[in-house]
């Protein structure tokens, strides 16, 4: 059992940074790949990256590829999401998921975080 919580989200104008977190309980996290989606109004749930158990491996969509980072702290059961150079279009909720398979897809996701919302204004 794995239990993710948000944090980190709020209101920020363009071009600014906001960095969330995905705090993880369970003894397991580290046999997790830790996946970031997002939600935004009307919209359907999209990949924004991934990180490999062992935070080697580091995989981005093209939407956000060059601005955003995610990295990994196993000894803090803790994912970051750097985001940079923010954009309107980046406003959603944005959760974390745990995955024990490679795939970047909702369904493919054991446990989700409630999610937490990132406002970007022009």
């Known amino acids: 059992q794995v239990q993710l919580v948000e944090s980190g989200g709020g209101l920020v104008q363009a071009g600014g940074s906001l960095r969330l977190s995905c705090a993880a309980s369970?003894?397991?996290?580290?046999?997790?790949?830790i996946n970031w989606f997002r939600q935004g109004p009307g919209e359907e749930r999209e990949f924004v990256g991934t990180?490999?158990?062992?935070?080697?491996?580091?995989t981005y969509s093209d939407s956000v590829k060059g601005r955003f980072t995610i990295s990994r702290d196993n000894a803090k059961n803790t994912v970051y999401l750097q985001m940079n150079s923010l954009e309107p279009e980046d406003t959603a909720v944005y959760y974390c998921?745990?995955?024990?398979?490679?795939?970047?897809?909702?369904?493919?996701?054991?446990?989700w975080g409630k999610g937490t919302l990132v406002t970007v204004s022009s």
């Open positions: 990180v490999s158990p062992s935070g080697v491996t580091v």
């Open positions: 369970g003894r397991t996290f580290g046999a997790y790949s």
């Open positions: 998921a745990a995955a024990l398979v490679p795939f970047q897809v909702p369904g493919a996701m054991s446990y």
